[in-house]
């Protein structure tokens, strides 16, 4: 595990499939502990699934998946064909899937894209139904035997899928949630929960929110992993680090009065390794870094040479008070 107390790992998107390649390898190689890579229909990304395929090839040892994919409706992903691709890339890999599913934004634009190709974007609870709905009928086709199920989106007859994961009862579902009803929904059905771009502060009390709802439903704290995403911008010196966070603004179009702005690992090494200890201390286990300067491998290969070494006191936790 990169830095040997919190989990580090690096999320991709991009069409440049040599420039992914290499960006890929050299995650893995530097021990990093997962690599993503986005899932949807955006101008930024090809097909997810096909891409974890060729992503599975060229590392050995990282943890694996979509950044999140989807399953609130069936063209996107129907459950039974995402648990086959799921087993797929888990056999690909040796069994270093993890499924990490969205619930999907609540901005225009988004549900518009979705609309634009004929897809329906569901208002948000029916989002979280169908999601839990899916999760159900995906671990239920895991395990091998046949399938009834007649639920409010779903009818399954008999339906079974072979061959199983490698990984058994089958690869971690992983849920990226903000909402207190998605929390709910990470607390019963999770086995990892992530939270985009929030600050150590808002981590907290989500995963509080979140604790309440392990404990109603008889689940340890222990039993789910909690992840950050957020953007990294390595400088070596405070000018540096005004500029990296200055061009992350204009890339986005976004004034730093902007709350993504606030969230950015920006400055030098032992400020960003501070920063990480105040989300190890609200409750993270993993952190999945997105670098402000991909596809180049540069701010990767200085993040884990000037970076994990300051991250060696830290203390994992994994209840945080």
């Known amino acids: 595990m990169l830095g040997g107390v919190i989990g580090l790992g690096v999320q991709t998107w991009g069409t440049d499939v040599a420039a992914l390649t290499r960006y890929w390898t050299a995650a893995d190689e530097l021990g990093y502990t997962r690599v993503t890579y986005g899932d949807g229909l955006w101008s930024f990304t090809h097909d997810g699934w096909s891409m974890l395929g060729a992503l599975a090839a060229v590392t050995r040892r990282a943890r694996l998946g979509p950044a999140v994919t989807y399953a609130f409706d069936a063209s996107?992903?129907?459950?039974?064909?995402?648990?086959?691709r799921a087993v797929t890339v888990d056999h690909l890999?040796?069994?270093?899937?993890?499924?990490?599913?969205?619930?999907?934004?609540?901005?225009?634009?988004?549900a518009?894209?979705?609309?634009?190709?004929?897809?329906?974007?569901?208002?948000?609870?029916?989002?979280?139904?169908?999601?839990?709905?899916?999760?159900?009928?995906?671990?239920?086709l895991w395990r091998g035997q046949p399938v009834q199920h007649a639920g409010r989106f779903h009818t399954l007859t008999g339906a079974r899928l072979t061959p199983g994961p490698v990984q058994r009862p089958g690869p971690p579902v992983w849920i990226a949630a903000r909402r207190p009803a998605s929390l709910a929904l990470v607390a019963r059905?999770?086995?990892?929960?992530?939270?985009?771009?929030?600050?150590?502060?808002?981590?907290?009390?989500?995963?509080r929110t979140v604790r309440r709802g392990l404990a109603a439903v008889g689940r340890s704290p222990a039993a789910l992993a909690r992840s950050v995403e957020l953007d990294v911008a390595l400088a070596?010196?405070?000018?540096?680090?005004?500029?990296?966070?200055?061009?992350?603004?204009?890339?986005?179009?976004i004034g730093y009065d902007h709350p993504l702005a606030a969230t950015v690992l920006a400055g030098e090494p032992d400020a960003i390794a501070a920063?990480?200890?105040?989300?190890?201390?609200?409750?993270a286990t993993d952190l999945m870094l997105g670098f402000t300067d991909f596809p180049s491998t540069r701010m990767l290969e200085d993040f884990a040479l000037r970076v994990r070494p300051r991250l060696a006191g830290l203390a994992r936790s994994v209840v945080a008070s």
Do not use: N, Q
């Open 76 to 84: 996107s992903h129907h459950p039974s064909w995402l648990a086959k």
């Open 93 to 110: 890999s040796a069994g270093r899937l993890d499924l990490r599913l969205g619930i999907g934004a609540d901005d225009a634009g988004t």
């Open 112 to 140: 518009a894209l979705w609309r634009s190709h004929g897809i329906g974007y569901p208002p948000i609870d029916e989002r979280i139904a169908r999601l839990d709905e899916s999760i159900a009928i995906v671990r239920a």
């Open 189 to 207: 059905r999770g086995d990892g929960w992530e939270a985009s771009y929030v600050t150590a502060e808002a981590f907290a009390s989500m995963w």
């Open 236 to 253: 070596s010196s405070p000018e540096d680090a005004t500029r990296a966070v200055a061009e992350f603004c204009a890339a986005r179009g």
């Open 275 to 283: 920063r990480i200890g105040a989300y190890a201390a609200a409750g």
